[in-house]
Structure formats: structure tokens, C-alpha cells
């Protein structure tokens, strides 16, 4: 279950709830993963630089969102404005390797970053799938700068070996502000149509749509229907379309659209593409926007999809569990093995994370593999850690084992209980009890201000 939110924020700080947005209010099971990609986030040079040394607000905003759900930081990339933000259930982490992330910039003839794409892409239970988060040019007149800077962002490669181009990805999803305008008809023509919710009478003078039928590059890209009003472009903090002198024509800028190599690659070949040849498979189950978010002059919009993977990968490279009960009170075990092809480093961590824990750096303390082994046999290895290290307080953790040479955590454990340190709490509630019953020896030199 993957959801993917795109949204033109407008420079505007992250609203007070987003609980619709990330339909975390729907009865239905959760999301594996949340794909967020953003345009026009603040990128003022104070903020900016700011943002370079430490997670940008927009990043932390949803982090605090999601990580109290159990889901992680996966990746992030940014390029001035434009960002895309990757969370993922823990579960999951395992399964998913080689995440690289580029950055193409279009604005004045490749030099600047306003406009562009930003790409992560990654194994996902051993198939290929990659993001592509884009803000193409603006005006009604730019149709073909807009498909001419998607192109050049198709053509991007990713840093490493035998990682494919972005069009040999198993799947490929593309969304952003692509800013395609509504042709030929007038504004009152469509201001109409929008307000009898004959939004059909639009879709075949939409510029994506009829670029899709002309130009080869987009043909094989699949978008779910429009049945929502076009996105841009409201009067702030209301769903008013423009009453600026501009008067601009409301356009679906917004979009979400994806691509599927499979079918694409037996489109051509006579006969259905059989199901059970295919390995992947993507649903959409819900396409819409969301009216009442108004810090911007663009709506959010988001798919919500179902992919369905035939794992080429379903078991992880790294299996881990703690040895025993685990106390703050004394040194700790962890067991883990690694699978015969495994490529271990001397820089392989094991952490100790919070189950509520934010991305791969957010953890309380960690163990070196190779340092801290206490016990080795063919089958497994054991590490330890200090009593020292964890937390007083005890709690519900888990434990990661960071691959150096992968770059992500492979392994993960099943959340576990730490019992707290009574030792510690007793001689603290000792000490408050204490500071309550000893009273100051002058009561009235405390009354001075």
C-alpha cells in the first residue's frame, strides 16, 4: 500500500494537521510507504543554508507526524525548492537496498535548481522501482519546454554500477507541479464546466492529455482519472479560483502518473501479457485532492496505490533478536546471523533504536560488529552492549544492523521490552522525596523578587 502526495506548498510553513492528507483517519490497513514530494518549499538563502545543516521544517514536520506510527525517514532528496521525502514501516527496511537519490536542475538552461526533478530510487523485494518528484515551467505557452525538460530529466543516470536508466525501472512513477495548462477554451468556459462538475468537457484540451497521444516518451505513462477540480490556482486559505487582476485559468498543474516496464516491453507482442508472467503489478485505488488545505495557491493531490510484488527477495540478509530479557541494570547480548553471500564490513553497526525511532541515525546507542563480538560460531555471532549505553528508563525498542558496504539497514528485530534500572529510579524518588521535606532555613528571603 503505497501513497504518494503531490503539493505546490508555496513557500508556506507546514499546516497544523495533515491527518486527511496521509489518510490516516481511513478504516482501511495502513500505508507500507509514504511518498511526499514538494515544490516550492522555502528555499530563501537563510533558510535554505539552515535546511543544508539540519533537516529542513517540512522534513521534520512529517517525521514527527509519522514516526509515533512506526514508520522511518527511507531517504530524501532536495534541490532548492523541490523535495521528496520517503517513509516506510519497518517491517519493510530489509527488503528494500541500492537507494539512490539524484537531482536535475532545468531552470535558465540547466544552471539553476528552480525548476528540475528530484529522483530517489531503490530494490524494493528485489524489483526496481524509482520516484520522480518534478516542477516543470509555468504559462499556458510553455508546452513545449515542459516536454522538453521532462526529457532531459528521463535521460539523468544514477551515480554506480548496473543501476538501470530511469526508464528500465520495473516501475516509475512521475508527479509534481507539471504545470499543464487547460487549452483554447476560455475561462468562463471553464469556470462552468468546474462548477457543474462536468469535468470531462476539459480532459481533451488538457496539454497532458493530448501530449500523451503525440509524444512517443509519454505514451507508455498511465494516469488515473481527473474526477476532482483542477488545482490551481485559489485565492489563499480558501477554494475560490483566482479574483487576482491575473484572473489565471484553473488548470490540473498537479498531477501523478506512473509507468509499469512490463507492460510496456509486451504491450507490442501479440496476445495479453499472460498474469502469471508478470511479477509486478500496480493498482490505483484512489486519485483526488485535498480542498481544504489553503496555505497555497495549489491543492494537494494524492494517489493511492496497491502494488503487488512476486518477492525475489523474501528473506533479509541480516536476521538479529536480543539475547534474554533486557535490563538497564547489566552488559546485554544481541544474536545475529548473516546470510552466506552477506558482504560484511569491519563498519557494520548494530543500533539500539526507539520504536518510534525517526531514520537510520536516530538511535539511542550502537554496537560495532566486528569490535564488540564476544562469540562467533559458523551459525551466528554474538555482540554486546554496555549496560551504560541504555537508556534508565527502559522501554519498547528495537535493534537495526547497518550494512556500511548496502548503506541501509538490513536486519531488524521484533520491538522487545528493556526493563527499566530500579536501582536508579528508586535513588532519584529517594532524592525528590528528600528535596520535598528539607525546607529552607528563611523562608522570607525567598519572597524577594
Keep these: 500500500r503505497l501513497h504518494i502526495v503531490t503539493w505546490n506548498v508555496g513557500t508556506a510553513s507546514p499546516p497544523p494537521d495533515v491527518t486527511s492528507l496521509l489518510q490516516l483517519d481511513s478504516l482501511g490497513p495502513a500505508m ?11 528555499s530563501r538563502i537563510t533558510n535554505f543554508l539552515s535546511d543544508m545543516a539540519f533537516d529542513d ?27 521528496l521525502l520517503i517513509f516506510v514501516k519497518h517491517v519493510h527496511l530489509p527488503f528494500i537496498r541500492d537507494i539512490h537519490t539524484h537531482y536535475t536542475r532545468t531552470g535558465l538552461y540547466g544552471y539553476w535548481g528552480n525548476k528540475g526533478g528530484v529522483t530517489i530510487r531503490m530494490s524494493l ?26 526529457e532531459k530529466i528521463l535521460e539523468m543516470q544514477f551515480e554506480g554500477e548496473d543501476i538501470p536508466s530511469t526508464l528500465d525501472h520495473d516501475v516509475l512513477f512521475w508527479f509534481g507541479d507539471l504545470n499543464f495548462r487547460i487549452a483554447d477554451y476560455g475561462i468562463h468556459f471553464v469556470r462552468e464546466s468546474i462548477n457543474n462538475k462536468r469535468y470531462n468537457l476539459l480532459w481533451e484540451k488538457d496539454q497532458l492529455n493530448m501530449a500523451k497521444k503525440k ?27 483566482d479574483t487576482s487582476e491575473k484572473k489565471r485559468k484553473p488548470a490540473w498543474t498537479d498531477r501523478i502518473l506512473w509507468r509499469v516496464k512490463n507492460l510496456c516491453q509486451n504491450a507490442s507482442k501479440e496476445g495479453k501479457f499472460s498474469e502469471e508472467e508478470q511479477t509486478i503489478s500496480v493498482t490505483l485505488n484512489n486519485y483526488i485532492s485535498h480542498m481544504s488545505y489553503g496555505i497555497s495557491d495549489h491543492k494537494p493531490v494524492t494517489g ?38 552477506f558482504p560484511s564490513s569491519a563498519w557494520d553497526w548494530i543500533g539500539l533504536f526507539k520504536v518510534t525511532f525517526r531514520h537510520t541515525n536516530d538511535y539511542v546507542t550502537y554496537a560495532w560488529v566486528e569490535d564488540d563480538e564476544v ?14 549505553e541504555i537508556p534508565d528508563l527502559g522501554g519498547e525498542f528495537l535493534l537495526g544492523y547497518y550494512s556500511n558496504n548496502l548503506q541501509s ?37 525567598h519572597n524577594e523578587f
Aim: negative net charge.
Design 32 to 42: 507500507d510507504m509514504y511518498v511526499i514530494g514538494l515544490q516550492e518549499v522555502n
Design 57 to 83: 521544517p517540512w522534513s521534520i514536520f512529517f517525521m514527527t507526524v509519522l514516526s509515533p506510527l512506526g514508520y522511518i525517514k527511507l531517504s530524501s532528496v532536495r534541490m532548492q525548492g523541490l523535495l
Design 125 to 150: 523485494y528485489g524489483h526496481t522501482v524509482c520516484f520522480m518528484n518534478c516542477h516543470l515551467p509555468a504559462h499556458m505557452e510553455n508546452t513545449e519546454q515542459r516536454l522538453d525538460d521532462f
Design 215 to 241: 509524444e512517443a516518451f509519454l505514451q507508455d505513462f498511465i494516469e488515473g482519472p481527473l474526477q476532482f477540480k483542477p488545482t490551481y490556482k485559489f485565492d489563499l486559505y480558501s477554494d475560490v479560483y
Design 304 to 341: 493511492t496505490f496497491g502494488l503487488e510484488l512476486k518477492p525475489l527477495l523474501s528473506d533479509p540478509l541480516v536476521t538479529l533478536n536480543p539475547e534474554g530479557e533486557w535490563s538497564a541494570e547489566h552488559d546485554v547480548l544481541i544474536n545475529y546471523s548473516a546470510v552466506p553471500e
Design 375 to 388: 562469540s562467533s560460531n559458523k551459525d551466528s555471532k554474538q555482540v554486546y552492549m554496555s549496560a551504560a
Design 409 to 445: 539497514i538490513v536486519g531488524i528485530s521484533q520491538p522487545f521490552q528493556i526493563q527499566p534500572n530500579r536501582t536508579l529510579i528508586e535513588k532519584d524518588l529517594t532524592q525528590e522525596e528528600n528535596s520535598w521535606t528539607q525546607k529552607p532555613d528563611n523562608p522570607e528571603s
